[in-house]
C-alpha cells in the first residue's frame, strides 16, 4: 500500500539539530513512505524558511510536496503567499499560531490572507493543539468562513483537544484532520468513525516523532485495509490536487 506522509518538517529543530532533504526522504523511504508534504519552522524569517522548503521541493521533485509557512502578523504576509503559491507552486500554507505568538479570532489579517489563498484552490494545514491559542474551535470559525478551502487540522488536537477536535469539525466537511502525534486510541478511532476515513490524512510530524510508531499505530488499532487507504495515501492526494 502507498504511504504518504502529509505533515513533516525540514531545518534546523528546536534542539538545535541539522538536517537535509536527503535525511527525511531516505529515512521516510525505508519505511515506504514515498511523498512526503514538508514546511520550515526554523529560525524567525518565513522568507528564509520558505526557501529552504522550495530548494528542497527542486531537489527531490516528484517527492517533496512544499508548503509555504505565513506569519499573519507579517507586513509581507501576502506577498509571501504569492510567492510561495504563485512562484514556488507550493502545495499549501501552513499556520502555526503557537510559534508565531496570536491568536487566530484576535488576528483580523488573516481574512486578507484566507481571501488570497482561496484564489489557488490549495489547502491549509493549521496546528491545532496547543493551548491556549491554538485551539481548533477559532481554527474552526475560519474553516466556516471559507468554505471553498479545504483545511488540514494537525495532531486531531494533540493531547489536550482530541476529541474538542473531532466535535468542533464533524459537520464541516472542507475540514480534515491528521493524525502524528496523536496516540490516544480513542481519539484516533473515533475520528475515522465520526469524520470517516475519507477526512482522516497520516502524518509523520518528523523529525519530531518516531516513523515506525506513527505507522504501527494503524495496524495495532486494526483499522481494515480499505479505510487506510483513504488515511495512508488517498486523502493526501485528494489535498495535494494529484
Known amino acids: 500500500m502507498k504511504i504518504y506522509d502529509i505533515h513533516s518538517h525540514l531545518g ?29 519552522l526554523s529560525g524567525t524569517s518565513t522568507r528564509v524558511q520558505n526557501d529552504t522548503i522550495y530548494k528542497a521541493m527542486k531537489e527531490y521533485p516528484g517527492i517533496i510536496e512544499g508548503y509555504g509557512f505565513i506569519n499573519p502578523k507579517a507586513p509581507d504576509a501576502i506577498e509571501e503567499v504569492h510567492k510561495c503559491l504563485g512562484e514556488y507552486k507550493m502545495n499549501g500554507i501552513k499556520f502555526h499560531s503557537w510559534k508565531h505568538g496570536y491568536y487566530p479570532d484576535n488576528t483580523p489579517s488573516l481574512n486578507d490572507i484566507f481571501f488570497e489563498i482561496e484564489k489557488y484552490g490549495v489547502h491549509v494545514q493549521t496546528h491545532v493543539g496547543t493551548a491556549p491559542i491554538s485551539t481548533p474551535y477559532v481554527w474552526a470559525e475560519y ?10 487540522f494537525t495532531h486531531t488536537g494533540y493531547y489536550e483537544f482530541g476529541l474538542s477536535t473531532i466535535e468542533s469539525v464533524k459537520d464541516l466537511k472542507n475540514v480534515w484532520v491528521e493524525t502524528s ?31 515506525n510508531i506513527e505507522i504501527e499505530k494503524f495496524f495495532e488499532l486494526n483499522i481494515p485495509e480499505d479505510q487506510l487507504e483513504y488515511i495512508f495515501h488517498k486523502n493526501a492526494e485528494y489535498l495535494w490536487r494529484m
Open 181 to 211: 502525534g496523536q496516540m490516544n486510541t480513542e481519539v484516533l478511532k473515533k475520528s475515522i468513525e465520526i469524520l470517516g476515513p475519507e477526512r482522516v490524512a497520516f502524518g509523520v510530524d518528523w523529525p519530531y516523532k518516531l516513523v
Open 143 to 152: 474553516a466556516k468562513k471559507f468554505p471553498k478551502i479545504d483545511f488540514l
Open 12 to 40: 534546523k529543530t528546536s534542539s538545535g539539530e541539522e538536517n537535509t532533504p536527503t535525511d527525511i526522504v531516505e529515512e521516510l523511504g525505508r519505511y515506504g513512505i514515498t511523498k512526503i508534504g514538508i514546511s520550515s
